[in-house]
């Protein structure tokens, strides 16, 4: 039996998209779906099972033309090339543009206007693809946003700057399967939470996540400032209802947490599940690298915040981009956090949250930022800041977060050198 013609496709596909209300698919009518239903079977075949990568398209004349690669021919684009004896200076300048060029492709939209898509395919010596559909998209504006996230499905995305949190259960591989499905459970539940009272607070969440195994890596899919903000005090949030389900639980079917957060560069894609690609995203990036060298090295209990220094744009078209550190990000992560006043847990409201990067005291009685190096297991030093959350509920005894900065044992520095921590 053709699953395309059973309708089980559709619903493993492009249902996804078009079943979904918004004022673009109300609008559409049955011809234009049942289109957008082909074009996403065209799209599969030209897939080939994860075979190959469909990069960009444009609507021309009776149908779309694509650019389609193969899987393995991505790496010759976007692979930094190893600088040897046999290739000069000169030769590797020439290979960087290329790369810039082809990431750039990857982080843009996918839609492109006809020259654009036909420049395109002669500088990566592809010949792009024609696909004829059962009528021309006379009228492709209102489609474009559904067939771009079609196309992205099949394809790899790029993020230069993303905001990714990553929670890992401590002692995780010591405990018997019954306890580890247990406090994974209790995890989700802290996850699927946190998300809910955000969305209390009327602060738009998109979150995605994926498991390490022994925790999770958390991402909004909401690229913007905001969006990034939103995933810092998400973080605060899933941490505080496990601390509360910490002190209530029994049998140890609640995880003990250590979280860590951090900016950087990842790539997104969908993996096959069964013959399609999951509706679902994954990442893997610098990012995701960072924050699992930054984890191993945590404390239990201890939130640790990346050194990074990004750019991030707000939300709104007229928005400008903001070049940003992790201790002005913090910051700024610390002056919104008022908007979740009253916001309530373990069935207390909230007065007030406070969250701080922690330093030494000084003899004026303010405290500084502190930035400590790590090693990790390759003996590769990373600067991290440690972090602290303080929850102060309405007529009830506050949650705090985190470990303080005297808990770190500070190692006294050579000459010119950085503060290490013995501890971290």
Known sequence: MDNRDSGVFRLASVGNYLDAPSAI???????????????????????GLGQNVILNWCPDGDGITLIVLPHYGIAAYSSTPQAGPTRSAAEDSLVRPKQDFFLTLLSGRRCLTR?????????????PTHVPLREPLKNAAP????IEQMIKRYSITYVPNRGVSLFDIVGFSLLSPFEQMMQL????????????????????????RTTTGDGFYIWNRNLSLEG????????QLVLADNAIAHKKAEHNTVPRLRASFHVGSSYEFHQAEGLNPTIYNFIVGDVTVELARII????????????????????????????L??????DMATRTVGQLAGIELSGERVDAIRSYLTGPKLDNGEFTVRRLVISDKHGISRRVYNAKVNIYRHNAEPILLGIEDRVLEPVVPPPGGERRSAHV
Do not use: C
């Open 25 to 47: 698919t109300d609008e559409m009518s049955l011809k234009e779906r049942s289109n957008l239903i082909f074009l996403e079977r065209s799209l599969h075949e030209l897939w």
């Open 115 to 127: 020259a654009q898509l036909t420049k395109v395919s002669r500088l990566l010596d592809v010949e």
């Open 143 to 146: 489609q474009n946003e559904i």
């Open 185 to 208: 459970n209790s995890l989700s539940y802290s996850l699927n939470s946190a998300q809910a009272k955000l969305l209390t607070k009327r602060i738009g969440v998109d979150f995605s």
């Open 228 to 235: 990034n903000v939103s995933l810092y005090h998400f973080m």
């Open 296 to 323: 191993e090295r945590a404390l239990p209990g201890q939130i640790l915040v990346g050194d990074f220094r990004t750019t991030m744009k707000a939300s709104g078209p007229e928005s400008s981009a903001t070049t």
């Open 325 to 330: 550190d992790a201790v002005a990000f913090v």
